[in-house]
Nanobody, 123 residues
Framework: QVRLIESGGGSVQPGRSLKLSCSAP????????GGWFRQVPGKELEGVAS???????YYDGSVKGRFLIFLDTAKRTMYLQMDKLKPEDTGMYYC?????????????????WGQGTQVTVSL
């Protein structure tokens, strides 16, 4: 199993931006689905955004138009640009890669995960 390395979380005020990064030791994002998930205490893990090696993008309705998921294959890194942040975006964000259908709600196999990075949006 591969451990993905995340960075970029933090505490910001509503309306501000953050950019999360997820690096893989090999260029596996060119072969596997990639995605970002959010965990809030007391709630189940929920998908935020995902992409396919072919460039298909998927977003949860709550973040569509505000978040952008993209790859830099030269850096073996997947990003989540989060703009116009809201308090309800607060949570622990995890990146993952997997084989299977690439929508974040699809079943995943041979999945790899990052360690998580906290995002807090508050006044």
């Amino acid at each position: 199993q591969v451990r993905l390395i995340e960075s970029g979380g933090g505490s910001v005020q509503p309306g501000r931006s953050l950019k999360l990064s997820c690096s893989a030791p090999e260029n596996t994002f060119t072969r596997k689905c990639g995605g970002w998930f959010r965990q809030v205490p007391g709630k189940e893990l929920e998908g935020v955004a995902s992409l396919s090696p072919g460039g298909d993008l998927y977003y949860d309705g709550s973040v569509k138009g505000r978040f952008l998921i993209f790859l830099d294959t030269a850096k073996r890194t997947m990003y989540l640009q989060m703009d116009k942040l809201k308090p309800e975006d607060t949570g622990m964000y995890y990146c993952a890669q997997w084989f299977g259908a690439c929508h974040f709600n699809s079943d995943r196999s041979q999945d790899d995960w990052g360690q998580g990075t906290q995002v807090t949006v508050s006044l």
